[in-house]
């Protein structure tokens, strides 16, 4: 585990936003920096599944995160990318399918802010659906996205993570096929809405669709001169799935998607966006800053 404190300047203007300018923590964290990206990777690199966690600073909760897989050739699958009930820490895992060869390691990422009160953490289950959804309480936006998935991934893939357009909602959603697939759950950290300039919000971005090249393949958010959050995507096409979230406050992060070689089961692929002939990928995120007219709500 290793901290990346972010430029410090930049940094307190952004956390400053995000918790509604509250003051800054005193005593003995007054000197640490008010942001910092934080990350964990699995201890070991071959074919079995696991998990990382990522751990906040003492004084610092998780407001955003991200994880992705290294290796495994398209045949290891993220089932989860969840903050901690606390909100002290996140974790990734990941589950390689059947007859997967190809060694591979998972790394976590948080991005921590040193707040006097944590954010909100909401979560919704789904036992038989595809789809799970969490609304934020009104007068607070989310600006984490986490999921869950208890399913067989020879059989099951997630596909969908996405806010709505002015982070009310969370949503996630899985791909596949099977009699009682199990859980799952979408996560969401919620914060205020409440700031001291009518003109400061939140709002979702959106990155490019990304339908050539080899895979895996990358849509890279950009934030223009906003502050982002949480990172989220979809990807469409047979085989593919998302592997990959990585949060950059000050750039956007991007998202990232795989393909696996051959499905031993039927899957059920999404049909909802552009036609291509092997995929795309469509990355999304949650931005704050100052807009021109009254910020989105």
């Not at 400053?16 to 942001?35: F, H, I, K, Q, S």
């Not at 079995?48 to 290796?71: I, Q, R, T």
């Not at 979230?245 to 000050?250: A, E, N, S, Y």
């Not at 909802?272 to 009254?294: C, E, K, L, Q, S």
């Amino acid at each position: 585990m290793s901290a990346a404190p972010v430029f410090r300047a930049a940094a307190v203007a952004l956390a400053a936003a995000v918790v509604g300018a509250l003051p800054a923590p005193g005593g003995a964290y007054a000197a640490d920096p008010p942001l910092t990206l934080e990350y964990g990777t699995s201890l070991t690199t071959d074919t079995a599944a696991k998990s990382a966690v990522a751990f906040c600073p003492e004084g610092s909760w998780v407001y955003a995160l991200g994880g992705w897989v290294d290796g495994g050739a398209g045949d290891v699958l993220l089932t989860g990318m969840h903050p901690a009930a606390d909100l002290r820490s996140a974790k990734v895992t990941a589950v390689p399918r059947s007859g997967s060869t190809a060694a591979f390691s998972v790394t976590a990422q948080a991005m921590c802010i040193a707040t006097e009160q944590p954010p909100t953490l909401i979560s919704q289950t789904t036992l038989t659906g595809d789809s799970a959804t969490v609304r934020c309480a009104d007068g607070t936006a989310v600006v984490g996205f986490g999921f869950t998935m208890n399913r067989r991934v020879d059989q099951w893939r997630i596909d969908q993570l996405v806010p709505s357009r002015y982070l009310h909602e969370l949503t996630v959603h899985a791909s596949g096929a099977g009699i009682a697939p199990g859980a799952l759950t979408v996560h969401g950290i919620c914060r205020t809405r409440q700031f001291p300039s009518v003109h400061t919000g939140y709002l979702a971005g959106q990155g490019p669709t990304v339908d050539s090249g080899s895979w895996p393949r990358i849509s890279a958010l950009s934030s223009a001169g906003l502050g982002a959050l949480g990172v989220g995507g979809v990807v469409v096409g047979e085989r593919t799935h998302l592997d990959g979230f990585l949060v950059m406050p000050f750039s956007g992060g991007y998202v990232r998607a795989n393909r696996f070689p051959a499905p031993p089961g039927p899957l059920l692929s999404r049909q909802f966006a552009t036609a291509t002939t092997d995929g795309a990928v469509t990355g999304n995120d949650g931005r704050i800053g100052t807009f021109y007219g009254p910020a989105p709500q």
